[in-house]
């Protein structure tokens, strides 16, 4: 004699009065609970399908931007994930991420964020960049250069002052760039520079310890680098930019989209073609080309 099977729908405000109950709210636990059981089967029936769609659709408003954020990322990475849970959470990501007409609070955000999170704010900056302020990448260059040779010196402090000047904000802002010990901001750098993928892992590499010891860390950044489009990474950077303090150039002329550097500029260019970096027993060497 077989069980009878129990239903597979649940009223979706049933399950939230149970999830406030004593005036605990339970539901980002809830949410995340429901998203990893779902995703420990590689598939699932319609009817599992569409219970898991309501419940979580009845939570995600309800919960925290890191709850949102994990469940994100656990769905990107499976297969079967629904549509229309993957679309609320980018909704409700875009509706987050414009939350200050200056960008100071989500420049807040992406810092104090975790990995995932930060992803996600990158992924969603497309809704809100206007693609008729992008400028055209600039060819790999003097300023490239000396930011991989900086790089590759284990200099995080030369890397930002050069960052500074180059991007036109705050040192203090190009520090947390350069001694973030996730990556995503260097990311979001050499997106706008243009760098080429085999310089920008160099970069990773070396610049900071805890990123460059982690191979699978740097092949996560590297595939952000290739999904993150201009207009997002552009987008960061106006946010950026938003102190009022613009660093002016005294002798050097390093800046990002300077298309003239003239004839030192390009005679400099000349003098560094060939040069080994030595940072670790001579096995990097930059090509220049």
């Known amino acids: 004699m077989s069980m009878a099977k129990p239903s597979a729908r649940v009223p979706v405000d049933s399950l939230v009065d149970l999830a406030c109950r004593d005036g605990v709210d339970v539901r980002p636990t809830l949410a995340r609970v429901l998203t990893d059981l779902y995703v420990q089967r590689p598939s699932h029936s319609g009817e599992e399908e569409t219970q898991y769609v309501e419940l979580v659709l009845g939570l995600i408003d309800s919960v925290d931007e890191k709850t949102r954020a994990a469940i994100t990322a656990k769905l990107r990475q499976y297969p079967e994930a629904p549509v229309a849970v993957l679309q609320r959470l980018d909704n409700l990501a875009a509706a987050k991420a414009p939350a200050d007409e200056n960008g100071e609070d989500l420049l807040d ?15 969603n900056l497309d809704v809100v960049a206007d693609p008729t302020r992008r400028r055209p990448a600039p060819s790999e ?53 243009g760098m080429k993928t085999d310089v920008l892992q160099r970069i990773l590499l070396f610049l900071n310890p805890v990123v460059g010891r982690s191979v699978p860390r740097i092949f ?12 997002a990474a552009e987008h960061m950077l106006a946010i950026w930019q938003v102190n009022p303090a613009r660093l002016q ?3 050097e002329t390093v800046y990002w989209d300077d298309e003239h550097r003239g004839a030192r500029s390009s005679g400099a260019e000349r003098t560094h073609a060939g040069v080994q970096q030595n940072p670790q027993s001579g096995r990097v060497k930059i090509n220049e080309r």
């Open 220 to 231: 996560e950044l590297c595939q952000l680098y290739v999904e993150l489009s201009s207009a």
């Open 109 to 123: 955000l992406f810092f104090s964020s975790a990995p995932d999170e930060r992803r996600l704010i990158l992924m």
């Open 141 to 193: 260059g003097e300023l490239i250069r000396r930011l991989e040779r900086a790089a590759l010196r284990r200099n995080p402090s030369e890397f930002s002052r050069v960052l500074a000047r180059a991007l036109n904000i705050s040192r203090e802002l190009a520090e947390r760039i350069s001694f973030d010990d996730s990556g995503e901001p260097v990311i979001v750098v050499a997106k706008v520079l």
């Open 249 to 251: 150039p005294q002798h």
